[in-house]
């Protein structure tokens, strides 16, 4: 998928796009740019506060259209804001994508991403009850004069006021408030039962404890994660029990921050795919209580020859190990290297070197 294509296509006059982190440079000269061709004139960014008001201070001298062209929403929670998205949205319907990867230049390319585009609206397959109740959701973020109007405008077109809910085999979930992503996969696929996961993720929690949920939960034999090297936090004595393998891919300059959980069986697959990572915050702890705002797509009839290729890509890299001890004691109990800044350098751009 090509995300700068995406955000030209067709002609929609509004724009959301949710992040954790951005590079607002990047926005103003590519995304922007691109959303505005494809007719978009209110266009709100609602990312993480901590991020994105530090990324925003870091390029303020450079920005142009901050405020004017786009306005950006920083969103407090308890946990993180970690939800991916860009929809755009017209008189008749909205064109969305669900994401992996960050407004950023190496989540819109550079890494190693899942993502998928799809059409919204009362003619298509996707009627958008969940787009509905996120925009709701959204009121509640934040509480900007601009921002809300936006919010208030998208809520206000015809469509999107008639929304009916669907069964579709395709379903996009927020974990938002007092309710987690895993309570949505135990009610979605209850008194089901597979044999194996397998995982992508950009990072990993210390406990193990969401892999021990999907084993109990529905009676895994074996369970493959697939994560960098130095993205993984597992520890030996948590997960010393559980079938858990771990790998890291294949040397690559694309860093894997991809999040999908494939569940297979002999009666059928199940996956999971969008914002989450392998951890406790992401799966199991609701928001209100130090959780993260997630959004994930829950698949009932997956495409498996293209989750056979993503995997088939991954493989090939180094068996990896729990860590004996936490990663962050690991300076206090050796000898390590001292590395002292000497000079920093930005280059036309933003770019650091």
């Known amino acids: ?36 061709m494809g007719g978009a004139h209110r266009i709100l960014v609602l990312a993480d506060a901590a991020e994105s008001l530090r990324r925003i201070g870091e390029a303020a001298l ?19 804001f970690h939800a991916k998205l860009v929809a755009r949205f017209g008189r008749e319907d909205a064109s969305v994508a669900l994401l992996s990867g960050n407004l950023t230049p190496s989540g819109w390319g550079r890494n190693l991403e899942i ?21 709701a959701e959204a009121s509640t973020w934040t509480v900007g004069n601009t921002q809300q109007s936006i919010i208030a405008e998208i809520r206000a077109l015809p469509w999107m006021r008639s929304v009916e809910d669907t069964t579709a085999v395709k379903r996009p979930v927020l974990a938002a408030g007092d309710r987690p992503l895993l309570s949505e996969i135990r009610r979605r696929w209850a008194g089901r039962r597979f044999d194996r996961a397998l995982i992508a993720t950009g990072s990993t929690d210390a406990d193990g404890a969401f892999v021990r949920e999907l084993v109990g939960m529905f009676g895994l034999r074996d369970v493959e994660v697939f994560v960098d090297a130095d993205r993984h936090s597992f520890l030996e004595a948590n997960t010393r029990d ?8 294949p040397v690559s300059s694309h860093t894997l921050h991809a999040k999908v959980v494939w569940l297979t069986g002999s009666n059928g697959d199940a996956v999971a795919w969008g914002s989450a990572n392998c951890s406790r915050s ?18 009932d009839d997956p495409d498996s020859g293209a989750l056979t290729a993503l995997f088939t890509a991954l493989r090939g890299g180094k068996a990896l190990q729990p860590h004996p001890i936490a990663p962050s004691e690991l300076a206090t109990t050796a000898e390590v290297d001292i590395v002292s800044l000497l000079e920093a350098e930005v280059r036309s751009g933003g770019r650091w070197v």
Do not use: I, K, Q
Not at 243 to 249: A, D, E, N, T
């Open 1 to 36: 998928m090509n995300l700068p294509d995406f955000c030209a296509e067709g002609w929609r006059t509004h724009a959301l796009l949710l992040t954790y982190t951005l590079d607002p440079l990047f926005f103003e000269t590519v995304a922007l740019r691109r959303l505005e």
């Open 62 to 80: 450079d920005l142009r259209h901050a405020g004017r062209r786009w306005a950006l929403g920083p969103v407090r929670t308890a946990g993180s």
């Open 115 to 135: 993502g998928s585009s799809w059409l919204v609206g009362p003619s298509h397959e996707d009627r958008g009850m969940w787009l509905a109740a996120l925009l």
């Open 242 to 249: 559980l079938p858990l393998r771990l790998w890291s891919p």
């Open 282 to 299: 992401a799966w199991m702890l609701p928001p209100s209580r130090g959780g993260n705002v997630e959004l994930v797509v829950l698949d």
